[in-house]
C-alpha cells in the first residue's frame, strides 16, 4: 500500500513538471513567431484623390397641392335642379356650376315686391293728406290772425298738421323697409344660381369632386363640388434644423414626381414657415412650380433637391473614405509603392451623398474607401492587384494542370 501512494506521488511530481516545461516552450514560440511575423497586412479597396466641381445639394420629400382650392356650396336650402360640370372639367372665374329649385324664391321676390308697392301707394297718400292738412293748417292761421277762428281751432288744425307729417314719416320708413325686403329677396333669388367665385390669376381650374347629384335636396353650406387652381402647383416640404437657414425664398428648385420619370419640373421657394414644430423639429417650405400642361395633379409624391452651394475647384474624396479616430475625423492615405495606410486629419467642407470636400491639408494620392475599420496609422495593406490566388482556384490551376499533363502523357505512342 504505502508503495502505491509512493508511486502515485512521483507520477503526479512528474506530471506537473512536465506541464511547465510544456507550458513555457509554448509560450517561447508564440514570441518568436509574432516577433517573427510583424503585424498583420489588412486587405483594403482605394480610389484617387479628385480634384472637381462638388455641389452641395440637399434632397427633400413632400407633397403637390393646389395653388388655391375651395368647396362650392349653396347659401341656401333647396333641391339640385341642374348640375353643369362633374369631375376633371376645366372651369373659369363666373362659370355657372349648378342652379337650385327657384320657385319659392321667384315668390319671395314677387311678395316682396308687392308689398314695396302697397307702401309706395300708402307714402302717396300720405303726402297728399299731409299737403291737405297743410293747407287747412295755414288757413286756420290766417282767419286766427283776423280774430274770426278761435284759440281751439287753431290748436285742433295744427295738431292734425303734426299727425299727418307723423304718418307721411311712417309711411317713408315703410317704404325703405320694404325695397330692403325686395332686395333681400333679391339675393336669395341669386344664390340659387351658384358660380364660381372670382380669384386672382386668370389660370384655368378643374373640379376635383363631386358631393351631391341633381336632385338632391341641400342644406346651406352643404358641398356640391371641389374645385383646384391648378395652373400652378405648391410642393410643401419639411426641412429639418440644419438646413432650415441654408434655404432663402428664391431659391431655385428642381422637382421629379414618379408619375413622369426623367422628367424635371423647374419650381422656385415661395414661402418658408417662421417656425419648427416641436413635435418633428422641422420647418414647412413651399415650392411653387408653373403647371400650364397641367401635368401635376394635387397630392402626387414629389421629390426635391435645392442647391446651397458650389465649388469648382475642390479636392474631392468618395464620402466613404472618411473615419474618425479618437473624435478625429480623417482618411487613410496610401502609397501604392509604400503598400501603408497613413492616417491623415482632414477639415471637411461640403458633403453630398456620394463625395466629400476637403478644406485641408493638401491632399493628393489615393485613399481608402473598404477595409479601414480595421486600419491604424501604419498597418501594411494589400491592394486589389496584390491579392493572392483563393485556395480554391489554386487548387483549380493545379487539377487543369495535371489533367494536361496526363492528357498529354496518354497520347503518346
Known amino acids: 500500500m504505502k508503495r502505491f501512494v509512493i508511486l502515485l506521488i512521483v507520477a ?16 517561447t514560440t508564440k514570441r518568436s513567431e ?18 472637381g466641381t462638388i455641389r452641395d445639394v440637399r434632397d427633400f420629400t413632400g407633397t403637390l397641392n393646389a395653388r388655391s ?21 376645366n372651369v373659369r372665374q363666373g362659370d355657372l356650376v349648378a342652379v337650385l329649385d327657384d320657385e319659392e324664391y321667384h315668390q319671395e321676390v314677387d311678395r316682396a315686391r308687392a308689398e314695396l308697392d302697397v307702401a309706395r301707394a300708402n307714402l302717396k297718400e300720405s303726402e297728399d293728406t299731409l299737403e291737405i292738412t297743410k293747407r287747412e293748417f295755414e288757413r286756420t292761421v290766417a282767419l286766427r290772425q283776423k280774430k274770426i277762428a278761435s284759440e281751439s281751432e287753431l290748436d285742433a288744425a295744427e295738431s292734425n298738421y303734426k299727425i299727418q307729417e307723423s304718418k307721411l314719416k311712417v309711411a317713408m320708413a315703410q317704404v325703405l323697409q320694404r325695397e330692403a325686403a325686395l332686395r333681400v329677396a333679391e339675393v336669395r333669388l341669386s344664390y340659387t344660381r351658384i358660380a364660381v367665385p372670382q380669384g386672382r390669376g386668370n389660370g384655368y381650374r378643374v373640379v376635383g369632386e363631386r358631393y351631391v347629384h341633381e336632385g338632391a335636396m341641400l342644406a346651406a353650406n352643404n358641398p356640391i363640388v371641389s374645385i383646384f387652381d391648378i395652373h400652378s402647383m405648391i410642393a410643401a416640404i419639411h426641412v429639418i434644423e440644419q438646413d432650415y437657414s441654408k434655404i432663402q425664398v428664391g431659391m431655385v428648385a428642381d422637382v421629379f414626381t414618379d408619375a413622369y420619370p426623367g422628367r424635371t419640373f423647374i419650381g422656385k ?20 412650380i408653373p403647371n400650364p400642361e397641367g401635368l401635376l395633379k394635387p397630392g402626387m409624391f414629389v421629390r426635391a433637391n435645392i442647391q446651397f ?39 471637411t467642407g461640403i458633403l453630398n ?31 486589389p492587384d496584390d ?25 503518346r505512342p
Open 309 to 347: 452651394g458650389q465649388n469648382d475647384q475642390a479636392t474631392v474624396v468618395p464620402k466613404d473614405a472618411l473615419v474618425k479616430r479618437e473624435e478625429t475625423t480623417g482618411v487613410f492615405r496610401v502609397d501604392p509603392a509604400e503598400k501603408k495606410a497613413r492616417f491623415v486629419p482632414v477639415v
Open 269 to 288: 421657394v415661395v414661402r418658408k414657415a417662421p417656425l419648427l414644430k416641436e413635435t418633428s423639429r422641422q420647418a414647412r417650405v413651399e415650392i411653387e
Open 12 to 27: 503526479a511530481i512528474a506530471g506537473l513538471i512536465g506541464w511547465q516545461i510544456y507550458q513555457k516552450a509554448f509560450k
Open 34 to 51: 509574432a516577433g517573427r511575423n510583424g503585424p498583420v497586412a489588412v486587405a483594403v479597396e482605394i480610389r484617387p484623390v479628385e480634384v
Open 353 to 383: 451623398g456620394r463625395q466629400a470636400e476637403i478644406l485641408s491639408p493638401s491632399l493628393s494620392g489615393y485613399v481608402v474607401i473598404l477595409g479601414h475599420h480595421l486600419l491604424e496609422d501604419g498597418t501594411p495593406v494589400i491592394l
Open 69 to 89: 382650392q375651395f368647396i362650392v356650396a349653396p347659401k341656401i336650402a333647396g333641391r339640385l335642379k341642374k348640375l353643369f360640370f362633374n369631375i376633371g372639367d
Open 387 to 411: 491579392r493572392p490566388e483563393s485556395p480554391s482556384a489554386e487548387k483549380a490551376g493545379k487539377k487543369g494542370a495535371t489533367g494536361k499533363a496526363k492528357s498529354s502523357a496518354g497520347g
